[in-house]
């Protein structure tokens, strides 16, 4: 079980703005920046978000990443074919010591 | 253009060694830290290691702790993941990936770009 919770699965249509959220606690999220990635099929993960809502240079500005008290979200909005992927939270969690991530979300676009 | 490059892995048993290790070109090596992320197919990411730029600063999971050692060769542009005692659960797909700061250390935010492509580690008898 991951330390940072995501929902398995989200959908869209294209065009739609989706989000995703990411839930953890007062030593990781609380206290620690965010990053988002996205793995396509067959591929390796992708810095799509850090320090909660930067975009490293060229990550269309479509993906947008926010952060309240202990819970995260990005959302894609203009919802492309191609943004059919999983994506990952991950955060430093001070009581562990080290990096955490979440389970991961496959965005399933209609 | 910034290129991670692992090899290394394949079938080892139970309680034996392994040495994965990842070239890197195209960025200042020894500028930034380097981390090791393992994925088991169709699962979550683990964060297993992590190196600082002048290997000052080293960290891992408790789930390799005392198992596993990474290490750095700045001259060579290479990272290592020298792995002791595999259990089958340490079966896995290992990424080499670049921390986004420069001057990083082995702690931090995980802000890691880019990854390489993996290299398949599977422990079994």
């Known amino acids: 079980q991951s330390v940072l919770t995501q929902p398995p699965s989200a959908s869209g249509t294209p065009g739609q703005r989706v989000t995703i959220s990411c839930s953890g606690s007062?030593?990781?999220?609380?206290?620690?920046?965010v990053n988002w990635y996205q793995q396509l099929p067959g591929t390796a993960p992708k810095l799509l978000i850090y320090?909660?809502?930067q975009r490293p240079s060229g990550v269309p500005d479509r993906f947008s990443g926010s952060k309240s008290g202990t819970s995260a979200s990005l959302a894609i909005s203009g919802l492309h074919s191609e943004d059919e992927a999983d994506y990952f939270c991950?955060?430093?969690?001070?009581?562990?010591?080290?990096?955490?991530f979440g389970g991961g979300t496959k965005l399933t676009v209609l | 253009e910034v290129q991670l490059v692992e090899s290394g892995g394949g079938l080892v048993q139970p309680g034996r060694s392994l040495r994965l290790s990842c070239a890197a070109s195209?960025?200042?090596?020894?500028?930034?830290?380097m981390h090791w992320v393992r994925q088991v197919p169709g699962k979550g990411l683990e964060w297993v290691s992590g190196?600082?730029?002048?290997?000052?600063?080293?960290g891992y999971a408790d789930s390799v702790k005392g198992r596993f050692t990474i290490s750095r060769d700045n001259a060579k542009n290479s990272l290592y993941l020298q792995m002791n005692s595999l259990r089958a659960e340490d079966t896995a797909l290992y990424y080499c990936a670049k921390d986004i700061w420069v001057g990083g250390g082995s702690h931090g935010s995980p802000s890691f770009d880019p990854w390489g492509q993996g290299t398949r580690v599977t422990v079994s008898s």
């Open positions: 991950a955060a430093w969690d001070d009581s562990l010591n080290g990096p955490v």
């Open positions: 320090s909660d809502n």
């Open positions: 190196i600082s730029w002048n290997s000052g600063s080293i």
């Open positions: 007062s030593s990781n999220i609380g206290s620690n920046t």
């Open positions: 195209g960025f200042t090596f020894d500028d930034y830290a």
